[in-house]
């Protein structure tokens, strides 16, 4: 910003301000000051005190856009804050449209004042005295102008407080810089989120696959399930036990006797046996054994030749093996 638009002064705050709310008290004593209808300005800072360079807001927004460029993507700063400072001293520096007195202490710009040609001795005596400068009885001698180069960016930003930071991220690489810094949590949360996607689609895949290779076999089970409840059902309509539990009870009825089960004849519940010994055999004493045992009833007898062969004839009771 051209030295010629832009008016400076220096504003001293209350020690206790909070350094939170600085920037809200000095926007106030800027506004009071400043001869623009509408303001905007740079501070160069020194503890509680501020160095301020103002211009008109509406003016420079109207040239900006005039130049085709937007206000809002352009960063403005007082030509002299993009120039080498000084730490203490007195100096004429050369500015793009005239020459500028300045008054440094200890890093800080206390006073300045601009002239659009080289100024006159006694304009520079005035100068040093508003500035507050203690002159000998022999006034200095008016001092030679002084190039400086332009610098890459301001040498403020070392002095800006936190709540005046953003300003200096106006400018399009700034924020192209704060906008990549911005979206790196947020690319790193895409990722992942693109990988976990991928990850589920070849689990998914994966289950796919498995379920129609498992196909057949499935089917199988269910069909052999089925075919279990069937025969289950059939099952239960029996009201009679297995042959050959029935063979397996009877055994244990006729003992350990030298007795060979010649014939063995079953038909729903109606069982009929004939017995071999080398011996007599006592149909009555069978008969009577079988019938002790309440798994069989109505047991007859018959002898065959020499009494060595017996035939039985029995039922099996139904209700009485079940409850076994």
């Not at 030298?258 to 080398?278: F, H, K, M, Q, R």
Request: with cysteine; glycine share 4%; proline share 5%.
């Amino acid at each position: 910003m051209s030295r010629r638009d832009l008016r400076q002064n220096v504003f001293e705050l209350p020690e206790n301000i909070p350094r939170t709310k600085r920037k809200n008290a000095l926007d106030l004593l800027v506004r009071k000051w400043s001869p623009f209808p509408s303001t905007e300005y740079e501070t160069l800072w020194a503890c509680d005190k501020a160095s301020v360079y103002a211009w008109n807001r509406e003016q420079v927004e109207a040239d900006i856009k005039a130049a085709g460029y937007s206000p809002k993507r352009c960063s403005v700063w007082p030509e002299t804050f993009l120039r080498e400072p000084i730490s203490d001293g007195v100096r004429l520096a050369t500015v793009a449209d005239g020459f500028e007195g300045q008054m440094w202490r200890q890093g800080f710009l206390t006073a300045t004042r601009w002239w659009d040609e080289l100024p006159e001795h006694r304009d520079w005596i005035m100068f040093l005295r508003s500035a507050g400068t203690a002159l000998q009885n022999t006034p200095p001698a008016q001092p030679q102008p002084t190039e400086t180069q332009f610098l890459h960016s301001p040498w403020t930003a070392s002095s800006t407080p936190a709540t005046d930071i953003w300003s200096l991220f106006q400018t399009d690489r700034a924020a192209a810089f704060v906008a990549a810094v911005i979206a790196v949590p947020f690319l790193y949360l895409l990722s992942q989120a693109l990988v976990l996607s991928i990850a589920t689609n070849e689990a998914n895949t994966k289950m796919k696959e498995m379920a129609e290779a498992n196909q057949t076999v499935r089917v199988d089970r269910n069909a052999a399930l089925s075919n279990i409840d069937v025969i289950e059902s059939h099952l239960s309509l029996e009201q009679f036990p297995a042959q050959i539990k029935i063979l397996s009870h009877a055994s244990n009825i006729l003992g350990n006797q030298n007795l060979t089960i010649s014939e063995w004849v079953y038909d729903s519940g109606n069982l009929d046996l004939a017995l071999v010994s080398p011996r007599s055999l006592d149909s009555t004493f069978y008969i009577e054994a079988f019938e002790k045992d309440n798994l069989f009833s109505n047991v007859s007898g018959s002898s065959g030749v020499q009494q060595r062969t017996l035939r039985l004839n029995m039922q099996v009771s139904a209700q009485e093996w079940s409850s076994r």
